[in-house]
């Protein structure tokens, strides 16, 4: 497990192969090819293919081989390449904390003090787990102390996701936590120096949240709350199938019972806010915005809802925003359409270059 802030390639990068970012989520596989060239980050390819009901719940496999075939197809149907990937975890799967370190501990005692850490401070046993850390060192910072990421997964389920993308003919390269991917997606897309910034990233079935000072994580959490919670209640509401309750909630254009199925939506919206706002709040305030991403990001009345909330400024992401894309090879509007529900998968792909 090796998990961190962007490392920017250096000239060593330059025309080596590509890196793949592969988000696997409850609902779908994510995926975004990065190359780095001339300094700059460029899209090879991009794409997402739907899982079946229950392949994958609260981040524990059930469906292995169903999981891996998607992967492969995926990945065939793009023509990608590259075999290196970068795979992300988060949820119940991971257990992180940022604790104070003193400086001069870090220099030559880390090695030997994260595994305490990771007992003490997660609550881990150490040989069950792989745990990795990272100093979250701050601009011009000289305090005694300095914030350290720790976190664990267990081993069991870190080597799970790597046969997911071995056995579709994959080598996994990084093991991150999605909330590192966010954050190197946000440095590159569109950070703003001495910025206080809340990422919020709502998945199927988990939403990852941090809050970064100057480009640094000083809180993080995921919540197991997501897109998923919509389905699952139109499929009790109306007694329907999964697939019919995806199409319902990906577009409720010709479907009776308008204002029955809105009001599912506001019953998510307003669970999902309360959350936020919750874990917001524990923050100081501050900050100088909030940044949506995420499949349920899209859901119409969740940015004002959330920005009323916290009296804050809600923006959807565009982790692409400083990423060369061409126009010769992907439609504008399909990659706008993507965009946000790509990000842990770019923050992925900058991690593994």
């Given at each position: 497990?090796?998990?961190?802030?962007?490392?920017?390639?250096?000239?060593?990068?330059?025309?080596?192969?590509?890196?793949?970012?592969?988000?696997?989520?409850?609902?779908?596989?994510?995926?975004?090819?990065?190359?780095?060239?001339?300094?700059?980050?460029?899209?090879?390819?991009?794409?997402?293919?739907?899982?079946?009901?229950?392949?994958?719940?609260?981040?524990?496999?059930?469906?292995?081989?169903?999981?891996?075939?998607?992967?492969?197809?995926?990945?065939?149907?793009?023509?990608?390449?590259?075999r290196r990937v970068a795979i992300g975890i988060s949820g119940e799967a991971?257990?992180?904390?940022?604790?104070?370190?003193?400086?001069?501990?870090?220099?030559?005692?880390?090695?030997?003090?994260?595994?305490?850490?990771?007992?003490?401070?997660?609550?881990?046993?150490?040989?069950?787990?792989?745990?990795?850390?990272?100093?979250?060192?701050?601009?011009?910072?000289?305090?005694?102390?300095?914030?350290?990421?720790?976190?664990?997964?267990?081993?069991?389920?870190?080597?799970?996701?790597?046969?997911?993308?071995?056995?579709?003919?994959?080598?996994?390269?990084?093991?991150?936590?999605?909330?590192?991917?966010?954050?190197?997606?946000?440095?590159?897309?569109?950070?703003?120096?001495?910025?206080?910034?809340?990422?919020?990233?709502?998945?199927?079935?988990?939403?990852?949240?941090?809050?970064?000072?100057?480009?640094?994580?000083?809180m993080l959490r995921d919540i197991p709350l997501g897109g998923q919670w919509?389905?699952?209640?139109?499929?009790?509401?109306?007694?329907?199938?999964?697939?019919?309750?995806?199409?319902?909630?990906?577009?409720?254009?010709?479907?009776?019972?308008?204002?029955?199925?809105?009001?599912?939506?506001?019953?998510?919206?307003?669970?999902?806010?309360?959350?936020?706002?919750?874990?917001?709040?524990?923050?100081g305030g501050g900050l100088a915005r909030i940044i949506l991403s995420g499949?349920?990001?899209?859901?119409?009345?969740?940015?004002?809802?959330?920005?009323?909330?916290?009296?804050?400024?809600?923006?959807?992401?565009?982790?692409?925003?400083?990423?060369?894309?061409?126009?010769?090879?992907?439609?504008?509007?399909?990659?706008?359409?993507?965009?946000?529900?790509?990000?842990?998968?770019?923050?992925?792909?900058?991690?593994?270059?």
């Amino acid at each position: 497990m090796a998990f961190g802030k962007l490392r920017r390639p250096d000239s060593s990068s330059e025309g080596k192969d590509s890196m793949v970012g592969v988000d696997i989520g409850s609902n779908s596989i994510k995926v975004v090819e990065l190359a780095y060239e001339g300094g700059n980050y460029r899209l090879e390819n991009i794409g997402e293919a739907m899982l079946p009901s229950g392949a994958i719940t609260s981040k524990s496999v059930s469906k292995g081989d169903v999981v891996s075939a998607v992967i492969s197809n995926l990945v065939s149907k793009l023509g990608i390449k590259a075999r290196r990937v970068a795979i992300g975890i988060s949820g119940e799967a991971v257990a992180s904390k940022i604790v104070n370190v003193p400086r001069t501990l870090l220099r030559d005692d880390m090695e030997k003090l994260v595994p305490d850490l990771v007992s003490t401070g997660l609550r881990r046993n150490v040989s069950g787990v792989n745990y990795s850390y990272i100093p979250l060192f701050r601009r011009n910072g000289k305090s005694a102390e300095v914030p350290v990421l720790i976190a664990a997964v267990s081993k069991k389920t870190a080597q799970g996701y790597k046969n997911l993308v071995s056995t579709a003919g994959l080598r996994t390269r990084v093991i991150d936590i999605d909330a590192m991917a966010l954050s190197n997606a946000y440095v590159v897309s569109c950070a703003v120096r001495g910025e206080k910034v809340a990422l919020v990233d709502i998945g199927a079935s988990v939403i990852n949240l941090s809050v970064l000072d100057d480009g640094v994580p000083f809180m993080l959490r995921d919540i197991p709350l997501g897109g998923q919670w919509v389905t699952l209640r139109l499929m009790e509401k109306f007694k329907i199938t999964y697939e019919e309750a995806e199409r319902i909630k990906c577009s409720i254009k010709g479907y009776g019972r308008y204002d029955e199925i809105t009001s599912v939506f506001a019953d998510f919206v307003a669970r999902a806010v309360g959350e936020i706002k919750t874990f917001l709040d524990d923050g100081g305030g501050g900050l100088a915005r909030i940044i949506l991403s995420g499949g349920s990001s899209r859901i119409a009345t969740l940015p004002d809802a959330l920005g009323d909330a916290t009296g804050t400024s809600v923006e959807i992401s565009n982790p692409f925003r400083n990423i060369a894309v061409s126009d010769s090879r992907f439609d504008s509007e399909y990659i706008e359409h993507l965009a946000p529900k790509m990000t842990v998968a770019v923050g992925l792909a900058l991690r593994g270059l």
